[in-house]
């Protein structure tokens, strides 16, 4: 029998998605205020609300919210996931193949530069430093140096994503040849993810090699006749010219999309993403459709998802300022390092290649579940998780301000860098 949300179940459900979204639109709101990314806000909301504040001074208040009722979390962060996949599918649409095709060479460059000198830099310093902060009882040198190396190469699409609309970045070729390396960024760090999944011999087995090769062909599809195949069912739905059902049919799409590449063990936002840049440039999802995604994707779903990762941390348990540090400036070095080298062999001055090597130095989520299957597999300590939940962060709030700021300084102070309309309401 189907198990249903009591009464008392849907108003904690309710409670926590007024206690997240309220603070995440207004401190999203006050950084947009001061120029900064609105993602800065929503993370910072969710460490309020979370275990580091709410959790340590009013813990009584902070179980009662959180952990009373298990299935009201969950079903918070189930909307907070379809959030995250929304916004890679709004994401999608801005996405100028034309322009990929000519910045193409330069964002794989970037990409593979920025996976290789972190991973390289991360799994060799783990070999120098495992006896001093990194070792475990049970844990095997080798696996610990591999995941380590994984967990610093990988950039956030989704987090490089909503920095680059917040900044309104995404339609200037510095933001596409960004967000170009990053969904190949992400995509290589899954297919190193999967690989460390198996050393590690946990997690499930949807992360497998033949997996990431469905994915590929899967690419290869929505970028081709899928597209069409879309355009088609788009046209069909649109022929009563009702709004609603071209905008189901899409969502659907989206969601079918997602469901495929998590299921395949690559994220359903990969594949959220993929659809998008399919819809992208059909004249059946008009500018008005997107306008009503990006609205309540953007002001509502988005900010959920992005506060919940606050949720996450506790900065006051396990907290070894050494081992943040370190993890920090190794990360930090190494992917700017990287990503800021194959942007000036692609041809990038001094200025876009920083841009974008602090573009690229964005992380997520994606560390975060990569090192919580290390812990639960005991590979790495609760101290060193601490570090990367601490290092994600700290490079989601840095990305975007250091970004802009030499995005205007290569281009002058007065070239106009706006809120759009769409993230500003």
Not at 15 to 40: D, H, N, S
Not at 86 to 107: C, H, P, S, T, Y
Not at 346 to 367: C, L
Not at 378 to 384: A, D, G, L
Request: glycine share 8%.
């Amino acid at each position: 029998m189907v198990s249903k949300l009591s009464s008392s179940e849907i108003i904690h459900f309710l409670m926590i998605l007024i206690l997240i979204l309220v603070p995440a639109r207004i401190l999203g709101e006050v950084c947009r205020r001061f120029k900064l990314p609105a993602i800065i806000g929503e993370i910072f909301a969710g460490i309020i609300v979370g275990p580091t504040l709410l959790g340590t001074f009013f813990p009584e208040l902070f179980n009662n919210i959180f952990l009373a009722a298990p299935q009201a979390y969950g079903a918070f962060d189930g909307i907070a996931n379809i959030g995250i996949i929304l916004l890679m599918f709004i994401a999608g649409f801005e996405v100028d193949l034309k322009q990929i095709r000519q910045n193409g060479k330069q964002a794989i460059a970037i990409s593979l530069t920025g996976i290789i000198f972190p991973f390289a830099i991360g799994s060799i310093s783990v070999w120098f430093l495992y006896d001093s902060h990194f070792a475990h009882s049970t844990s095997n040198q080798l696996v610990t140096s591999l995941f380590f190396g994984t967990a610093l190469s990988i950039t956030a699409l989704s987090v490089i994503t909503k920095i680059l609309l917040d900044l309104d970045l995404l339609k200037t070729k510095i933001g596409n040849i960004v967000l170009t390396a990053a969904m190949v960024d992400d995509f290589l760090g899954w297919i190193l993810f999967s690989i460390i999944i198996k050393m590690m011999n946990a997690g499930k087995e949807e992360a497998s090699f033949w997996s990431v090769i469905v994915v590929v062909l899967f690419a290869a599809f929505m970028l081709t006749a899928g597209r069409w195949l879309i355009r088609r069912l788009l046209e069909m739905a649109g022929k009563s010219q009702r709004i609603g059902r071209v905008f189901t049919v899409a969502v659907c799409l989206c969601f079918i999309g997602a469901a495929v590449t998590e299921y395949l063990g690559v994220r359903g936002v990969f594949g959220a993403f993929l659809v998008g840049v399919a819809i992208g440039d059909s004249e059946y999802f008009t500018a008005k459709h997107k306008d009503i995604l990006h609205q309540f994707t953007i002001n509502v779903l988005a900010p959920l998802f992005f506060a919940s990762v606050g949720l996450r941390l506790n900065f006051i348990a396990n907290f070894d300022l050494e081992i943040v540090l370190i993890i920090l400036v190794i990360a930090c070095l190494a992917k700017l390092i990287g990503a800021g080298i194959g942007g000036a062999a692609s041809g990038m001055s001094k200025n876009e290649s920083i841009a974008v090597a602090f573009g690229m130095n964005a992380r997520g989520s994606q560390e975060i579940v990569l090192g919580l299957i290390a812990l639960q597999a005991k590979i790495i300590t609760e101290p060193v998780f601490e570090g990367l939940v601490v290092m994600t962060v700290v490079t989601m709030v840095i990305s975007g301000p250091i970004m802009k700021y030499y995005f205007l300084k290569e281009h002058g102070s007065g070239t106009k860098i706006t809120y759009t309309k769409e993230v500003t309401v």
